[in-house]
Every structure is written in C-alpha cells, then in structure tokens.
C-alpha cells in the first residue's frame, strides 16, 4: 500500500497529534549497498526515527536476511529493493518498485562501493582491470543510479538529499599529504564522486535538493577486512546528511567527525 495512504484510529487528541507529526516527517529512503557494513547501520539508524528505509542490495538473499534482521529488531518500515548500479536496467526496475510503492522518494544514499584493497592499486603498476572495475562501481555507478532516481526525488514531499557516501581518500588535499597508502583507483573513483557532488549540488540548488559527500571514516567492515572502528559508528557518523532539511548545506564534503573537509 503506498505509504500516503494508511488509515489508522486515532483514541486522543494527543496521541492523534504524535501520529500525525510522524506520519508528515516519515521520509522515503533508499540506501544503496545496505545488506552489510555502513549502509546496513545507517538503515537501522534511519529506521529507528520511524522513516521508511529501502534496503538496496544486489543479492537478493543478502538483503533480504538484513531486512529480517531489521524486522525481527522491531523495525517494521524497512523494505528490500534489488539494485545493482552498475547494472541499468536494474536500477530502473527498483526506481519502478519504489515508484509504484510509495510514488516519491525523499532521500537517495548513494553508499553501494568497492576498494577492492587486495588488489595492486600503486600509481605505478596498477591492476588496470581493477582501476575500471573499482571506477565503474564507484563512480559510473553511482551517477547512473542518481540520474535514474532525481525524477522520484523531485516528487519529494520534503528537502530532497543526495548523499554520497565518499572517502578522506578521495580529498585530493588530503593525498597530497597522506599518499602512501596506495589505493590509486579507489582514490580517484571518490575523487571523482566528489567532483560529481560538486557539480550536482550546483545544478539541483534552485530545486530545493541537498548534496553533499560524507565519509564515514575508517569503519570495520567486509571492505576494510573489519579494520577500523566500530561499524556503528561509521553508520552514525553519516546520519545527520541523509536527513537535513531545508536549512541544511548543499554542495559539501564532510568528515567523520562533522567538519568540513577539503576537496
Ligand atoms: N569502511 C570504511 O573504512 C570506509 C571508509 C570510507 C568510505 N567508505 C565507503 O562506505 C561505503 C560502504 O562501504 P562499507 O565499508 O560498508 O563496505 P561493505 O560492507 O563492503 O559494503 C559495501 C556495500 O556495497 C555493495 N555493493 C558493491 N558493489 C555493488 C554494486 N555494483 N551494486 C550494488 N551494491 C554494491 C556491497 O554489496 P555485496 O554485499 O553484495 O558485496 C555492500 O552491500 C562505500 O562507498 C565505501 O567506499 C568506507
């Protein structure tokens, strides 16, 4: 049923008041790579404030097992949607799904990436067919996807956001200072993320629509072979972006600790 039409009894003016206040802030949110890691906190995150949350997954059982995880923890607004963003056709069907079950969508986290670390990544003697692969990913993908899904923002209810889940690595200022861990495509692809954020926020401004990149910081996850600190909070350090309002920046990078970072 499309989520603006639930009908519900309402026993006192308070009560009726509360529900009401949730039912016009509950926001349509699609998380894209949100079966594991950072994206899969983030949906708990965004879950527990009562928001619908779309858990994007390119495997089917995958995202399925971290809805029912979400499920069994009470967390009953939270939905499966297969997406792979480097597969178009794919993207446009869970663009149908979203459409067709609650006709907008408020809030795009683009957070579905690959580092492939195990790979030779030196700007030296890359692994060419890794350097496209992580680019294809990280960066075509991720456009694809955004471009596919802004007509479904732009039926948004409330202040449209695109966040791009990024990377410190991807701060050009920043490598010129910390290069040497060698993760040359990985770098460019959330360099090239970010250009992309910059150039977005511009054009989608007068629209209303928040754009920004975020990174989570260095987070335990499959990604990272579960180096760094915990994966809750790396989800929470990304949470306050995905759901800002019209007072909210456009056009930012901002790190884990919630300050602004150089491109
Ligand atoms: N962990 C860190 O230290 C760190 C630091 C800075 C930025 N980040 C960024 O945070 C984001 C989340 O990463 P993570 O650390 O949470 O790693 P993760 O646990 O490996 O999560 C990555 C997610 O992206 C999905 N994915 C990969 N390729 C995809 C595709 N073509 N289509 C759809 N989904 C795809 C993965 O799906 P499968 O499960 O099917 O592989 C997985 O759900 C990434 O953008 C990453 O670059 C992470």
Request: aromatic letters at 8%; proline letters at 4%.
């Amino acid at each position: 049923m499309p989520s603006t039409h639930r009908r519900k009894t309402y026993h006192s003016s308070t009560q009726r008041s509360q529900v009401f206040s949730v039912y016009i802030m509950s926001k349509v949110v699609l998380i894209t790579g949100a079966n594991s890691g950072v994206g899969f906190e983030l949906a708990r995150f965004i879950a527990e404030k009562g928001h619908i949350v779309y858990i994007g997954a390119r495997n089917e059982d995958s995202g399925q097992k971290a809805v029912d995880m979400l499920h069994s923890e009470g967390f009953k607004t939270v939905k499966l949607v297969v997406i792979d963003i480097t597969q178009p056709s794919i993207i446009k069907s869970a663009r149908e799904t979203i459409e067709e079950n609650e006709g907008r969508l408020d809030v795009l986290v683009n957070n579905a990436g690959i580092a492939l670390m195990d790979e030779d990544q030196s700007a030296v003697t890359p692994s060419m067919p890794a350097v496209r692969e992580i680019i294809e990913t990280n960066f075509y993908g991720t456009i694809e996807t955004t471009v596919v899904f802004i007509p479904l923002l732009r039926k948004s209810t409330c202040t449209p956001v695109i966040l791009n889940v990024s990377s410190s690595f991807g701060s050009n200022k920043q490598s010129q200072v910390d290069a040497r861990a060698k993760f040359v495509g990985y770098r460019a692809s959330k360099a090239a993320i970010n250009s992309y954020t910059i150039a977005l926020a511009m054009e989608l401004k007068d629209e209303g629509f928040k754009v920004n990149s975020v990174t989570p910081g260095i987070t335990a996850t499959k990604m990272t072979h579960d180096i760094g600190q915990p994966v809750s909070a790396g989800g929470l350090a990304i949470l306050p972006w995905a759901l800002l309002d019209i007072e909210g920046p456009t056009g930012k990078f901002f790190g884990s600790d919630g300050k602004e970072l150089p491109w």
